[in-house]
């Protein structure tokens, strides 16, 4: 399984990005997959993820400003960041695990992507 990122950039405080993802190869049909982010001198943190059956995880300093969506049947996702601070500035990995089957638990990564907050 290959995750394939797009979006993110640069933005001012305030304004948007977005954030797709895209797996390739057989990822289990039930899986979760969303961002994970690490900011310089910090660890890795979930940003948001969202299941196949629709279960959301996410970062408090997140909450009411990013949103995350799946396309349905397609192993894809996709995340709206919205109201950006400076604080969002991280690199931002695509992650995906699977949840069922033989892989049960198997982790895969995109490459990061960077998104910067400034003005």
């Known amino acids: 399984v290959q995750l394939q990122a797009s979006g993110g950039g640069s933005a001012e405080p305030g304004g948007s990005l977005r954030l797709s993802c895209a797996a390739s190869?057989?990822?289990?049909?039930?899986?979760?997959m969303g961002w994970y982010r690490q900011a310089p001198g910090r660890e890795r943190e979930v940003v948001y993820a969202?299941?196949?059956?629709?279960?959301?995880d996410y970062a408090n300093s997140v909450k009411g400003r990013f949103t995350i969506s799946r396309d349905k049947g397609k192993n894809t996702v996709h995340l709206q960041m919205n109201s950006l601070k400076p604080e969002d500035t991280a690199i931002y990995y695509c992650?995906?695990?699977?949840?069922?089957?033989?892989?049960?638990?198997?982790?895969?990564w995109g490459k990061g992507t960077q998104v910067t907050v400034s003005s």
């Open positions: 992650h995906a695990v699977e949840l069922g089957g033989v892989n049960y638990g198997v982790e895969y």
């Open positions: 190869g057989s990822l289990f049909s039930e899986n979760a």
């Open positions: 969202m299941t196949t059956g629709g279960s959301v």
